[in-house]
């Protein structure tokens, strides 16, 4: 599983307990992308290391707030692809496709 998301998943540890989050991307304009954190799951106390990799290998495995690149092999959020191959930067780099 590649390291990439870890600044699009997070835990946030509230008074009724701990959640899991990612970041969704939306873009106002081609140049101006806006996050948004979402809470997607309440995660049981306590988790082991194994469960909570479980959680996040589902989020990024779905197809709902990531995507694989078949040409780099990562996965970026939603906001960051272009179609459901290319990363945007890939994009760029192989399609000639600019931002």
Not at 54 to 74: I, M, W
Not at 86 to 97: F, I, K, N, P, R
Request: glycine content about 8%; some cysteine; proline content about 4%.
């Amino acid at each position: 599983m590649d390291q990439a998301y870890k600044e699009y998943i997070r835990i946030v540890n509230k008074i009724d307990g701990n959640y899991l989050e990612v970041c969704c991307i939306a873009w106002q304009g081609p140049h101006t992308p806006v996050s948004k954190w979402k809470t997607v799951r309440a995660l049981k106390d306590p988790m082991t290391l194994e469960q909570l990799e479980s959680e996040v290998a589902r989020l990024l495995n779905g197809k709902r707030y990531f995507g694989f690149c078949t040409v780099c092999k990562s996965h970026h959020p939603k906001g960051h692809m272009y179609g459901d191959s290319y990363c945007q930067s890939c994009a760029s780099d192989e399609l000639g496709v600019v931002y």
